[in-house]
């Protein structure tokens, strides 16, 4: 086409390429009258590509030819503008990514490694709580100290441990974010060297506060209590629990394929101390799985709704509900009070009983059984105890 001028281009109907005469592999391609776009053909890797350089008339003739030409030159020198291009878009559409949308990933991608299905709620929950309504829609790369410092300094005093470990979660998260180029410069959650200068140091700020337990000798009415407050499954969960002396996550994750006859052989990876445990069950304990398992029998789990396991949340907000101001493992204090002050059973059924990893190493290397058996004899005297109809004459006092 000898006259590439901008009113012969302009009254172009005609579907087609037209090509300019002063720079070669430059075409303005017309679909419609009104659609009309500048290209540039050329050769990669072997095969002839077609690179948009914008529609005309919004580029004018000289810039699409000087886009062109330094397309030619990036190509000539062994570029790839159209991989470039694609490249930078991926990484523009990372760098778009607010924090929420990336600690949601990060929590998805960890949770393989969690043994302790709990974990991944903990995460949700306190980013959730703390970190989200300070920083959830922000960017990764404009997330600065002062915001990690208003996500933290509201409950470094009085919720210091769970403070500490959210400190650790946002550290993780965008030191994630730096290894896949998302952000750059210093992680603003980086304990040493940094906010260790501005926050005093948990261990000196937070005080050891143990579970809060129900006193034993309550134990009996407490689980009349529960089996007529017709809570359903968290009541049955949490009757079992107890019974057994169990951790709520080995209860809430239990699966009805670990149940052997009477034995429930928890796998190694669901405890604390990464060891196989096996847990003697009573009668009151197989009934309840037998009633969990008629409220949802195609489920995989022990207590379940819908095929799916009961929140972490689930017996903790039971206790709430029946006043009880304790926590769910506070009740294997309970259990271990009672065998120490009620009965003659030994220390080590009764640390094997709660699957405590034994310190000493010379008990350790003697100790070869499970004790299964006595650990049998010390579950039953503890279900009849706990099923009893022992009338409370315990005052418990109320310390301010």
């Known amino acids: 086409m000898e006259n590439f001028d901008f009113q012969t281009l302009n009254n172009l109907t005609k579907a087609g390429r037209y090509t300019d005469p002063k720079q070669i592999g430059l075409h303005l391609w017309v679909k419609t009258p009104k659609r009309k776009y500048w290209i540039l053909r050329a050769v990669m890797d072997g095969k002839q590509r077609n ?9 004018k003739i000289h810039e699409a030819r000087d886009k062109a030409q330094d397309l030619k030159k990036s190509i000539n020198n062994g570029k790839n503008p159209i991989a470039e291009k694609k490249a930078s878009k991926e990484q523009s559409s990372k760098r778009a990514l607010t924090f929420k949308e990336f600690a949601d990933e990060c929590i998805e991608l960890k949770r393989v490694e969690w043994t302790n299905f709990k974990h991944a709620e903990q995460w949700s929950y306190t980013l959730r709580e703390f970190a989200y309504p300070v920083i959830g829609h922000k960017k990764l790369d404009d997330i600065d100290t002062d915001d990690i410092l208003k996500i933290l300094l509201p409950i470094w005093s009085t919720k210091t441990e769970t403070a500490s470990r959210l400190r650790g979660r946002l550290e993780w998260i965008l030191a994630s974010a730096t290894t896949r180029k998302l952000r750059t410069g210093v992680n603003p959650a980086l ?24 006193p034993y000798r309550l134990i009996p009415e407490f689980m009349q209590l529960l089996r007529e407050s017709d809570s359903g499954l968290g009541a049955l969960a949490l009757e079992f629990l107890v019974l057994n002396a169990s951790r709520s996550g080995e209860v809430l994750y239990g699966r009805r394929d670990e149940i ?3 034995i429930w052989k928890i796998p190694a990876i669901r405890m604390k101390v990464k060891k196989e445990h096996q847990v003697p069950l009573c009668s009151r304990s197989l009934e309840l799985l037998a009633i969990a398992k008629s409220t949802d029998r195609e489920s995989e789990y022990l207590f379940s709704k819908n095929g799916k396991p009961l929140s972490t949340m689930a017996m903790l907000m039971l206790l709430r509900r029946l006043g009880k101001d304790v926590t769910v493992h506070g009740f294997r204090s309970s259990f271990r009070d009672w065998v120490a002050e009620e009965t003659d059973h030994s220390h080590e059924v009764a640390e094997m009983s709660l699957a405590h990893t034994i310190k000493n190493k010379v008990e350790s290397a003697y100790r070869r059984g499970n004790l299964r058996e006595r650990r049998r004899e010390l579950l039953l005297d503890w279900q009849n105890y706990c099923l009893s109809d022992k009338k409370n004459n315990v005052l418990e006092l109320k310390v301010s």
């Open 51 to 59: 690179l948009g350089l914008g529609s005309f008339p919004d580029v």
């Open 260 to 262: 052997d006859g009477d």
């Open 191 to 214: 304990w040493r060297g940094h906010l260790q200068t501005i926050l005093p140091a948990p261990n000196k700020t937070k005080r050891v506060k143990h579970h809060k337990a129900l």
